[in-house]
């Protein structure tokens, strides 16, 4: 309020026009101000926080992408055009993250492979789909059609600890019900 009246005062100075009326005006943009630029709720922050979130599930997507890959014994690369396309711009920004957290490295013909960090990252990551999906089949007698999508979803906030909770609760189940198998909680064990 207090600035509100004071941008408000030399405002109307400045312009030659109602005091009454700058204040408001000053007071409506504060409130502009903070609504696209507070640090938790503004419009850039939340801009910026689904930005990172969704680069952060397009890296994931694309490693267990690279990984189921390697499970069918096909080609252990994809192009990172094909990434681009499949997955939207997002990859653009993804790939080169993936690169230099040492997942993912680039082979001849602009093809994308795992490296041994990417596997273990994408190994947990079908874990945890692979889990759930037998979770949902168990617990909720859900039609084997109707696992993919949830399992999708979540497999991305799904930690360890909930990975071996979840695990426990099936009596560690080793295959989920589209008959796959469920990767083992650390690359030694598999």
Same mark, same amino acid.
């Given at each position: 309020a207090a600035?509100?009246?004071? +941008? $408000?005062y030399f405002g109307a100075v400045y312009f030659d026009t109602s005091v009454a009326g700058m204040m408001a005006v000053a007071a409506g943009g504060q409130v502009a101000v903070? +609504?696209?630029f507070? @640090?938790?709720h503004g419009l850039v922050s939340k801009a910026a926080t689904n930005l990172a979130l969704g680069v952060r599930i397009v890296s994931e997507d694309i490693v267990a992408f690279l990984f189921r890959g390697?499970? =069918?014994a096909r080609d252990r690369s994809i192009s990172w055009r094909f990434c681009v396309r499949a997955l939207g711009a997002v990859a653009m920004i993804a790939l080169p993250r993936l690169w230099r957290q040492g997942q993912i490295e680039f082979a001849s013909g602009g093809h994308v492979? +795992?490296?041994d960090a990417g596997r273990q990252a994408a190994r947990s990551l079908v874990r945890s789909h692979r889990l759930w999906e037998a979770f949902l089949a168990e617990r909720f007698n859900l039609p084997p059609d109707h696992l993919h999508d949830p399992a999708e979803r979540i497999e991305h906030y799904? $930690? @360890?600890e909930l990975q071996e909770q979840i695990a426990a609760e =099936?009596?560690?189940t080793v295959k989920d019900p589209h008959g796959r198998s469920i990767p083992p909680a650390d690359e030694t064990a598999g």
């Amino acid at each position: 309020a207090a600035m509100s009246s004071v +941008l $408000g005062y030399f405002g109307a100075v400045y312009f030659d026009t109602s005091v009454a009326g700058m204040m408001a005006v000053a007071a409506g943009g504060q409130v502009a101000v903070t +609504l696209c630029f507070a @640090p938790r709720h503004g419009l850039v922050s939340k801009a910026a926080t689904n930005l990172a979130l969704g680069v952060r599930i397009v890296s994931e997507d694309i490693v267990a992408f690279l990984f189921r890959g390697e499970e =069918l014994a096909r080609d252990r690369s994809i192009s990172w055009r094909f990434c681009v396309r499949a997955l939207g711009a997002v990859a653009m920004i993804a790939l080169p993250r993936l690169w230099r957290q040492g997942q993912i490295e680039f082979a001849s013909g602009g093809h994308v492979q +795992l490296t041994d960090a990417g596997r273990q990252a994408a190994r947990s990551l079908v874990r945890s789909h692979r889990l759930w999906e037998a979770f949902l089949a168990e617990r909720f007698n859900l039609p084997p059609d109707h696992l993919h999508d949830p399992a999708e979803r979540i497999e991305h906030y799904i $930690g @360890p600890e909930l990975q071996e909770q979840i695990a426990a609760e =099936l009596d560690h189940t080793v295959k989920d019900p589209h008959g796959r198998s469920i990767p083992p909680a650390d690359e030694t064990a598999g």
